[in-house]
């Protein structure tokens, strides 16, 4: 069993519309929560960082965290084009340089539609 | 502010060669780690580099090595080249601190014949 788990899609929605994404994990001990966007032939760029449980948002972006359950999931609102692209979430067990290393999950492929 | 660079973009190597990837942190880091990121799949952590030391390691063999340089720099070595060594190698950057999360570069795409 992988230590994050991932659908990977793909996932098409219309203009406009609310997305959700979502990663479950396994390690009790992971701590920092992380969602980066990838774009084809591109480095993954940090969206959102999220440390413990709880919600945290930024724009169209919003981040939760459900620790009990080992869930966590990204919501888009008012979706557009430009977030057409491969969404990894990620996750650490501490910040500290010599155990900060990120698992990540599989990665969803989000096509927005015109 | 110029964020991660690493060099080259692309690479077309044969089995049993050795590989060379460059990169370069991000402004005010200090810290490089290296990720493999196999088609279709998330990156997975190879090494991190600190201080020019190792500080930690995943489950890579030995024909993955790395170096850091004094300015932060850090290469990539792999030795004995494997078809199954193709993906985007991406190097993450961040302070020693702790304090800030990782950055990634747009990655070294190397393909094996």
């Known amino acids: 069993q992988k230590e994050v788990e991932q659908d990977p899609g793909p996932l098409s929605v219309p203009e406009g519309a609310i997305v959700s994404l979502n990663c479950t994990y396994s390690n009790s001990a992971f701590q920092y929560f992380m969602w980066y966007r990838q774009y084809s032939r591109k480095g993954p760029e940090l969206l959102m960082y999220?440390?413990?449980?709880g919600n945290k948002e930024d724009g169209r972006f919003t981040a939760q965290v459900d620790k009990s359950s080992k869930y966590i999931s990204l919501f888009i609102r008012d979706s557009q084009p430009s977030d057409s692209a491969t969404y990894l979430c990620a996750m650490s067990r501490t910040l500290q340089t010599g155990a900060n290393n990120l698992f990540f999950g599989t990665g969803t492929r989000l096509t927005v539609i015109p | 502010d110029a964020g991660v660079t690493q060099s080259p973009t692309h690479l077309i190597k044969t089995r049993g060669q050795q590989v060379t990837l460059r990169c370069s942190p991000k402004s005010g880091h200090d810290t490089v780690s290296w990720y493999q990121q196999a088609l279709g799949q998330g990156p997975q952590f190879i090494f991190q580099y600190y201080e020019e030391e190792e500080r930690q390691r995943g489950n890579f063999p030995d024909r993955f090595s790395g170096h850091q340089f004094p300015n932060y720099s850090s290469e990539l070595n792999v030795n004995a080249l494997l078809l199954g060594d193709s993906a985007l190698y991406l190097c993450a950057s961040s302070t020693g601190t702790g304090a800030a999360s990782q950055h990634f570069g747009d990655g070294t795409r190397l393909s094996i014949l």
């Open positions: 999220t440390y413990s449980s």
